[in-house]
């Protein structure tokens, strides 16, 4: 069970280190997509709410990926499909693999659980963000 905390704890810094610099980098491509493009108004809601969702999907994309990769290496699974597959699952779902790897697969369900609802606050400030920028452009 130490095993499963270390390795778990390990990956879980990792996973919310790429999300901090994918959120940045999603931010960054954000607006420069608006700013590229002279965007105003409804417009420019719409490419920051699309550039971010795109941006997160790739972000936790590779995130379910890192935990693949690391049950590839533990040996839990035959091969990186089935592993792919059990991330996937496990990252948005309570899922249960042998007894030995419950606590690493119950610590990737609580890590994916996180950067969702982070995910998903970004993107509700994003919207938002792109909204007050309209006003102010109005305004100004």
Known sequence: MALNLFVGTVVI???VLIHTFGLIAVTHAMGHLIAR???????????AMMSVAIGLFAVMTAEVWLWAGLYRL???FADFETA?????????TDI???PAWRVLAALEGVNGFL???WST???????????????VSISD
């Open 115 to 117: 950067l969702i609802g």
């Open 84 to 92: 792919l597959y059990f991330s996937t699952i496990t990252f948005s």
């Open 13 to 15: 810094s990792l996973t």
């Open 37 to 47: 493009f002279c965007m105003h108004g409804r417009r420019s809601r719409i490419v």
């Open 96 to 98: 249960v693999p042998a």
């Open 121 to 135: 606050a970004y993107l509700i400030a994003a919207g938002t963000v792109s909204g007050r920028s309209r006003q």
């Open 74 to 76: 533990l040996d839990i």
